[in-house]
């Protein structure tokens, strides 16, 4: 298994194995957990990457500093934070209007 593998959320795997995504959980047991311990039997912390919030807060809080506020939209962040999806966001964020403000009291840089 390569170690690129974990950077690979379902929707690639499943195709890839020749499944749908809502089959290969089913697949798994319902849950990721055989496809995660899979990956640490080769050596990999499935984990490894930082939370789907922290992510988006930190793509936004970049978005914001190099380009302004009106550029940190959800679909941004989605692309920008690699692995989120659009619907995740308004999940975590609780809609469009979080995500700015959570962005908001993040360390950035200032784009002045």
């Avoid at 809502?22 to 939370?51: C, F, H, K, M, Y």
């Avoid at 506020?69 to 609780?94: M, N, P, Q, Y």
Wanted: glycine share 8%; with cysteine.
């Amino acid at each position: 298994m390569s170690k690129l593998t974990v950077n690979y959320g379902v929707r690639w795997i499943a195709p890839v194995a020749g499944i749908s995504r809502s089959t290969l959980p089913r697949r798994l047991g319902g849950t990721r957990t055989a496809l995660n311990e899979a990956v640490r039997q080769a050596g990999i912390d499935p984990r490894r990457a930082a939370p789907a919030r922290e992510r988006a807060v930190a793509a936004a809080a970049e978005l914001i500093a190099e380009r302004g506020l009106g550029s940190a939209t959800l679909d941004a962040v989605a692309v920008a934070a690699a692995d989120c999806s659009l619907s995740s966001l308004h999940t975590i964020f609780d809609g469009r209007e979080g995500l700015p403000a959570a962005a908001s009291t993040a360390t950035t840089r200032c784009p002045i």
